[in-house]
Protein backbone atom coordinates (compact mmCIF):
# COMPACT_ATOMS: atom_id res chain seq x y z
CA UNK A 1 0.00 0.00 0.00
CA UNK A 2 1.32 3.40 -0.78
CA UNK A 3 0.74 5.25 2.47
CA UNK A 4 1.49 8.98 0.10
CA UNK A 5 -1.46 8.23 -2.06
CA UNK A 6 -3.73 7.68 0.93
CA UNK A 7 -2.56 10.85 2.82
CA UNK A 8 -3.52 12.57 0.02
CA UNK A 9 -6.75 10.92 -0.44
CA UNK A 10 -7.74 12.72 3.16
CA UNK A 11 -5.93 16.03 2.42
CA UNK A 12 -8.59 15.73 -0.38
CA UNK A 13 -11.42 15.33 1.69
CA UNK A 14 -10.30 17.50 4.33
CA UNK A 15 -10.30 20.40 1.71
CA UNK A 16 -13.53 19.41 0.22
CA UNK A 17 -14.92 18.97 3.85
CA UNK A 18 -13.96 22.72 4.14
CA UNK A 19 -15.03 23.90 1.08
CA UNK A 20 -18.65 22.56 1.68
CA UNK A 21 -18.66 24.10 5.42
CA UNK A 22 -17.59 27.09 3.76
CA UNK A 23 -20.38 26.95 1.30
CA UNK A 24 -23.22 25.93 3.90
CA UNK A 25 -22.15 29.05 5.89
CA UNK A 26 -22.14 31.74 3.23
CA UNK A 27 -25.67 30.59 1.99
CA UNK A 28 -26.91 30.53 5.37
CA UNK A 29 -25.43 33.73 5.94
CA UNK A 30 -27.26 35.20 2.60
CA UNK A 31 -30.50 33.60 3.51
CA UNK A 32 -30.69 35.40 7.03
CA UNK A 33 -30.05 38.45 5.37
CA UNK A 34 -32.50 38.30 3.06
CA UNK A 35 -35.44 37.38 5.40
CA UNK A 36 -34.29 39.65 7.95
CA UNK A 37 -36.31 42.38 6.81
CA UNK A 38 -39.74 40.08 6.40
CA UNK A 39 -39.16 39.28 10.01
CA UNK A 40 -38.97 43.05 10.91
CA UNK A 41 -42.33 43.81 8.95
CA UNK A 42 -43.82 41.06 9.86
CA UNK A 43 -43.53 41.68 14.00
CA UNK A 44 -44.47 45.45 13.41
CA UNK A 45 -47.50 44.02 11.03
CA UNK A 46 -48.71 41.59 13.99
CA UNK A 47 -48.37 44.37 16.23
CA UNK A 48 -50.90 46.64 14.31
CA UNK A 49 -53.25 44.09 13.64
CA UNK A 50 -53.69 43.34 17.64
CA UNK A 51 -54.09 47.27 17.98
CA UNK A 52 -57.08 47.16 15.96
CA UNK A 53 -58.33 44.00 17.20
CA UNK A 54 -58.07 45.67 20.73
CA UNK A 55 -59.59 48.63 19.76
CA UNK A 56 -62.69 46.48 18.18
CA UNK A 57 -62.95 44.53 21.41
CA UNK A 58 -63.38 47.91 23.24
CA UNK A 59 -65.67 49.56 20.78
CA UNK A 60 -68.12 46.51 21.22
CA UNK A 61 -67.53 46.61 24.66
CA UNK A 62 -68.15 50.10 24.86
CA UNK A 63 -71.57 49.24 22.66
CA UNK A 64 -72.68 46.60 24.85
CA UNK A 65 -72.16 49.29 27.75
CA UNK A 66 -74.24 52.03 25.98
CA UNK A 67 -77.23 49.06 25.28
CA UNK A 68 -76.98 48.40 28.84
CA UNK A 69 -77.52 51.92 29.95
CA UNK A 70 -80.02 53.75 28.46
CA UNK A 71 -78.51 53.67 25.31
CA UNK A 72 -76.10 56.43 27.17
CA UNK A 73 -72.59 56.67 26.52
CA UNK A 74 -70.62 56.89 29.51
CA UNK A 75 -69.78 59.39 32.18
CA UNK A 76 -66.49 60.21 30.34
CA UNK A 77 -65.53 59.10 27.09
CA UNK A 78 -62.30 61.24 26.98
CA UNK A 79 -59.96 58.28 27.24
CA UNK A 80 -60.21 54.33 27.22
CA UNK A 81 -58.60 54.62 30.84
CA UNK A 82 -61.13 56.41 31.75
CA UNK A 83 -64.34 53.93 30.78
CA UNK A 84 -62.09 51.02 31.98
CA UNK A 85 -63.91 49.93 35.06
CA UNK A 86 -66.74 50.69 33.66
CA UNK A 87 -66.47 48.19 30.35
CA UNK A 88 -63.87 45.23 32.08
CA UNK A 89 -67.31 42.96 32.24
CA UNK A 90 -67.72 43.16 28.33
CA UNK A 91 -64.07 42.82 27.61
CA UNK A 92 -61.95 39.32 27.66
CA UNK A 93 -59.14 39.35 30.42
CA UNK A 94 -56.19 39.06 27.21
CA UNK A 95 -57.71 42.74 25.81
CA UNK A 96 -55.04 45.10 26.44
CA UNK A 97 -56.20 48.89 27.40
CA UNK A 98 -53.53 50.43 25.80
CA UNK A 99 -52.34 50.91 22.73
CA UNK A 100 -49.08 48.38 21.07
CA UNK A 101 -48.06 51.79 19.12
CA UNK A 102 -44.59 52.45 20.20
CA UNK A 103 -45.28 56.08 19.89
CA UNK A 104 -48.06 56.52 22.23
CA UNK A 105 -49.51 54.07 24.73
CA UNK A 106 -52.79 55.40 25.21
CA UNK A 107 -56.02 55.21 23.55
CA UNK A 108 -57.39 58.24 24.18
CA UNK A 109 -61.54 59.37 23.23
CA UNK A 110 -63.80 61.95 21.92
CA UNK A 111 -65.06 63.56 25.22
CA UNK A 112 -67.74 65.38 23.36
CA UNK A 113 -69.45 62.03 23.72
CA UNK A 114 -70.09 61.79 27.44
CA UNK A 115 -73.30 61.10 28.88
CA UNK A 116 -74.96 61.27 25.14
CA UNK A 117 -77.55 59.17 24.23
CA UNK A 118 -76.68 56.88 21.27
CA UNK A 119 -79.70 57.99 18.91
CA UNK A 120 -78.12 61.67 18.96
CA UNK A 121 -74.93 60.21 17.01
CA UNK A 122 -76.47 61.47 13.56
CA UNK A 123 -73.67 59.23 11.58
CA UNK A 124 -72.39 56.83 13.72
CA UNK A 125 -70.12 55.10 10.72
CA UNK A 126 -68.13 58.38 10.73
CA UNK A 127 -68.44 59.69 14.16
CA UNK A 128 -64.76 58.86 16.05
CA UNK A 129 -64.56 57.09 19.28
CA UNK A 130 -61.15 56.07 20.57
CA UNK A 131 -57.92 56.59 18.80
CA UNK A 132 -54.27 56.27 19.23
CA UNK A 133 -52.65 59.20 21.15
CA UNK A 134 -50.06 59.91 18.46
CA UNK A 135 -49.72 58.50 14.70
CA UNK A 136 -47.90 55.17 13.76
CA UNK A 137 -44.72 55.14 11.87
CA UNK A 138 -46.92 55.14 8.55
CA UNK A 139 -48.41 58.45 9.68
CA UNK A 140 -51.54 57.07 10.42
CA UNK A 141 -53.67 56.18 13.68
CA UNK A 142 -55.62 53.38 14.45
CA UNK A 143 -59.26 54.55 15.33
CA UNK A 144 -62.83 53.15 16.51
CA UNK A 145 -66.34 54.53 15.73
CA UNK A 146 -69.24 54.95 17.08
CA UNK A 147 -70.25 51.49 15.02
CA UNK A 148 -67.61 49.49 16.44
CA UNK A 149 -65.62 49.80 13.38
CA UNK A 150 -61.81 50.41 13.33
CA UNK A 151 -59.14 51.08 10.52
CA UNK A 152 -56.34 53.58 10.18
CA UNK A 153 -56.68 56.63 8.96
CA UNK A 154 -53.90 59.06 7.60
CA UNK A 155 -53.23 61.48 10.10
CA UNK A 156 -54.59 64.75 7.84
CA UNK A 157 -57.76 62.51 7.79
CA UNK A 158 -57.37 61.86 11.71
CA UNK A 159 -57.32 65.86 11.78
CA UNK A 160 -59.71 67.01 9.28
CA UNK A 161 -62.16 64.80 11.93
CA UNK A 162 -61.32 66.21 14.94
CA UNK A 163 -61.51 69.70 13.05
CA UNK A 164 -65.36 68.43 11.77
CA UNK A 165 -66.88 68.09 15.70
CA UNK A 166 -64.80 64.45 15.38
CA UNK A 167 -66.82 63.04 12.51
CA UNK A 168 -64.86 62.65 8.97
CA UNK A 169 -66.59 63.68 6.03
CA UNK A 170 -68.41 61.54 3.80
CA UNK A 171 -66.68 62.07 0.87
CA UNK A 172 -63.78 60.96 1.86
CA UNK A 173 -64.97 57.97 3.80
CA UNK A 174 -67.94 56.84 0.68
Excluded at 14 to 30: D, E, F, N, Y
Excluded at 32 to 51: D, F, H, M, Q, Y
Aim: glycine share 6%.
Amino acid sequence: MDVGATEEARSHHRKALWKMVILISCTSLILVALCWPIGGNSKESARRTANLSNLKQIAVALNMYTADNDDRFPPDVSSVAAVHGLLTTYLQPEVRMVSNNKGSSAFLGNGSLAGKKGAVIAIPDLTLVFFDSAPWPEVKRAVTFVDSHVKFLKEEMFQEAVGNRWVLPEVAQR
